[in-house]
């Protein structure tokens, strides 16, 4: 059974930084797709970035790229989100997916491209 834990939320002003983590378990890490989505009050869930394991290509939403990067450390099946010059805006309940396949880099950062989800972490920014 595949679960995926987050972990590294908080609340943090504008202009800080924050590191999220979602450890993997249950799957062969290696082979499948890790995104990072947010979901705002009032808001659809958005895809923020993703990252294709197996090749370590990444993918990020325009309001996050410049800021936000994603990685990962094979040897933890973790997955990271660095976010860095946060805004208010950044607000949002943050989580982790993963998929059993590789939805293609057009989808990369659809929510429904991922079928496996972990429990969130919340994120604040004060301005």
């Known amino acids: 059974q595949v679960q995926l834990v987050e972990s590294g939320g908080g609340s943090v002003q504008a202009g800080g930084s924050l590191r999220l983590s979602c450890a993997a378990s249950g799957y062969t890490y290696s082979r499948i797709p890790m995104g990072w989505f947010r979901q705002a009050p009032g808001k659809e869930r958005e895809g923020v970035a993703a990252?294709?394991?197996?090749?370590?290509?990444?993918y990020y939403a325009d309001s996050v790229k410049g800021r936000f990067t994603i990685s990962q450390d094979g040897a933890k099946n973790t997955v990271y989100l660095q976010m860095d010059s946060l805004k208010a805006e950044d607000t949002a309940m943050y989580y982790c997916?993963?998929?059993?396949?590789?939805?293609?880099?057009?989808?990369?950062?659809?929510?429904?491209?991922?079928?496996?989800w972990g429990q969130g972490t919340q994120v604040t920014v004060s301005s």
């Open positions: 997916a993963s998929s059993g396949s590789w939805p293609g880099s057009s989808n990369a950062l659809a929510p429904a491209s991922y079928e496996y």
């Open positions: 990252i294709k394991v197996s090749s370590g290509s990444t």
